[in-house]
């Protein structure tokens, strides 16, 4: 969640290191800083809120040298003030940390003689490296003895008094890379915050402590040994990030969708017949499919669990991973784990899988990264083709997820014999009329913009569904509470009788999300209740639905026709549209919302 960024370079590196920790702002966060060496002296300068506080703090009192370690802050222990922003600062050791040190309170115990600066977790890692220095340990076995007393998940990087050609980075549980340059070297919490500076990055992995100086890097493993770690290529559209004329990530990234989720679609099934590209998965002996993820990916297992059951007859399990990992559920021998992450480093989702690995016969993930943790310990990694996405609502990663899991169902259908070659064509048709349809979709922006002036004076929401638009409805109502503030919840229709209706007035918008499939008449008889409590109803349904059931309603939004097996992915568009446009009449930074980060590495 929170960014990290090292540079041991040959210019000034002050700017560099805000520049970079910009193209981390993604990942959220509530503080920011920067450490620098100097003359051989450590110096820092902090700053609560946005980057921006930190420039002009810069602006006004420089920080010189040409090594330096920065960092974005997503509070964990301690709120957002200057103490608890990183660098923290140990006598002549400052460090940055990504993650959660959970026996922090006992190392504390064990420092009781230093004078703690914060509330953080983090501080405790400084002072005990600064600890074993004052003992006379080098910088290196300072760090590696320091590492290994911490328990947790973490990545670190250390920058030393009188060490002007050494930074050293470690991780366990939460990533870190390391880029080449010439004559400089670089960390990263990823790829895309070495981007500007190199095409060249080493993925440590878990464990590995690197040890940097100018002319490369030294990395061990977690049992010390020296470890051998690839140089990859990174392409440069991978670590592009730019907002594209739009106003907002967001926006730029909705608009996306089209494109994105047609490349998908053809790199999972280029024909008439889903052909995954190299090893692809066996469902023939399946029991079971059981799926695993936190957030939109959560949702998006929901609405996959529809079409595994539906078209492949296969029981499907969806658990959240913060419950699944705790609950230690049985897992069949023949059963395929399924564990569904953008980013590929959700520390929930990711010790999920771990508990599964020697359980399941297969262990699948669906990743944005694929040199992403979760990839790299899964049997096979299926890539959603999505491009990078800042927004912390997620959009194109969200279709393009659903995008895969809609090829893997068809696949499994097809391995149990459930449908045959003209089926499976047909349904892929189907597939891949999908972008057209969505770029139509998108066209109902300005009426969407028009409507969710109303909503967005609403202190509460509600969204129904049935079938496989209940997912729908959860991520609508998701979407609306991430970035515009309003409480929302997702229903499905048939349950709004027990319970919810007693929320309905006139003051609660209700949006009904009804595309014309097997359920649609029942779900208009629990939109006629709202309306005789006299609920606003925003109905989001297609042209032959809107003319069936639209008299009486607050509003309607007219949808493209679509087969109901695959609406789920066109109506993600609607609920995105809503959302977005609602957040901007209430004036709330949409890229960002407060509290909130991209990529959740710490439970």
């Not at 464990?207 to 990395?219: C, H, K, N, Q, Y």
């Not at 929302?488 to 919810?500: D, I, R, T, V």
Request: aromatic fraction near 6%; proline fraction near 5%.
């Amino acid at each position: 969640m929170c960014g990290i960024v090292g540079v041991l370079g040959k210019h000034e590196v002050a700017p560099i290191l805000v520049e970079t920790l910009k193209r981390l702002e993604y990942r959220g966060y509530d503080s920011a800083g920067i450490a620098t060496l100097a003359d051989g002296r450590l110096d820092r300068r902090r700053a609560v809120g946005k980057l921006v506080n930190l420039s002009d703090l810069l602006v006004h009192d420089p920080l010189p040298g040409k090594s330096g370690i920065g960092h974005t802050r997503w509070a964990t222990h301690g709120g957002p003030t200057v103490a608890n922003a990183h660098p923290h600062r140990a006598g002549g050791v400052a460090v940055v940390h990504n993650g959660i040190i959970e026996n922090y309170k006992e190392l504390r115990a064990q420092l009781s003689g230093q004078p703690f600066e914060s509330e953080t977790d983090s501080e405790t890692i400084a002072r005990l490296c600064e600890h074993h220095i004052a003992q006379g340990l080098s910088p290196r076995d300072a760090v590696t003895r320091t590492v290994n007393a911490l328990e947790g998940a973490f990545a670190v990087a250390f920058l030393f008094d009188g060490e002007p050609d050494l930074m050293i980075g470690a991780r366990k549980g939460s990533p870190l890379a390391v880029g080449h340059g010439d004559g400089e070297m670089y960390l990263g919490s990823d790829a895309i915050a070495l981007g500007p500076m190199t095409d060249r990055v080493t993925y440590l992995e878990e464990g590995d402590i690197a040890f940097l100086t100018r002319s490369g890097v030294e990395i061990r493993d977690a049992d010390g040994k020296l470890a051998n770690r690839d140089v990859r290529m990174i392409a440069g559209q991978a670590t592009q990030i730019d907002k594209g004329g739009h106003k907002h990530f967001m926006a730029k990234e909705m608009f996306e969708q089209p494109t994105v989720l047609s490349e998908c679609l053809a790199y999972y099934a280029p024909g008439d017949t889903v052909a995954i590209p190299g090893q692809s998965p066996d469902f023939t002996d399946t029991d079971r499919v059981t799926m695993v993820a936190c957030g939109t990916a959560h949702i998006a297992c929901q609405v996959a669990k529809y079409w595994f059951e539906q078209l492949a007859g296969l029981p499907c399990d969806v658990d959240i991973a913060s419950e699944f990992r705790y609950r230690e559920p049985p897992i069949s021998g023949r059963a395929t784990a399924l564990f569904v992450s953008q980013s590929g480093e959700t520390a929930d989702t990711l010790a999920a899988l771990r508990y599964t690995r020697d359980k399941a016969a297969t262990i699948l993930s669906v990743v944005n990264v694929a040199e992403s943790s979760i990839a790299r310990e899964s049997d096979l990694a299926l890539p959603i083709m999505a491009g990078v996405e800042v927004g912390v609502a997620s959009t194109k990663a969200f279709v393009c997820q659903l995008g895969v899991l809609a090829n893997l169902a068809i696949l499994a259908a097809r391995q149990k014999g459930r449908i045959d070659a003209a089926r499976e064509a047909e349904l892929l048709a189907q597939l891949r009329a999908l972008p057209g349809l969505i770029s139509q979709a998108l066209m109902g922006e300005e009426q969407i913009r028009r409507r969710t002036a109303k909503l967005a004076q609403a202190t509460s929401a509600l969204f129904l569904g049935r079938g496989p638009m209940y997912p729908m409805a959860l991520e609508g109502a998701l979407k609306l509470k991430e970035i515009s503030y309003i409480h929302a919840e997702g229903y499905a229709s048939g349950e709004l009788k027990h319970g919810p209706i007693a929320l309905v007035d006139k003051a609660v918008p209700v949006i009904v999300l009804a595309p014309r499939d097997a359920l649609f008449d029942k779900t208009i008889s629990n939109m006629q209740e709202v309306m005789a409590r006299d609920g606003r109803v925003w109905l989001v349904t297609d042209a032959v639905g809107a003319a069936q059931a639209g008299d009486g309603v607050w509003d309607t939004l007219v949808m493209p026709a679509i087969d109901p097996i695959f609406a789920p992915i066109l109506y993600a568009i609607p609920a995105q549209l809503i959302a977005y446009h609602t957040a901007l009449h209430k004036g709330t930074d949409v890229d960002q919302p407060r509290n909130l980060a991209k990529s959740v590495t710490v439970e």
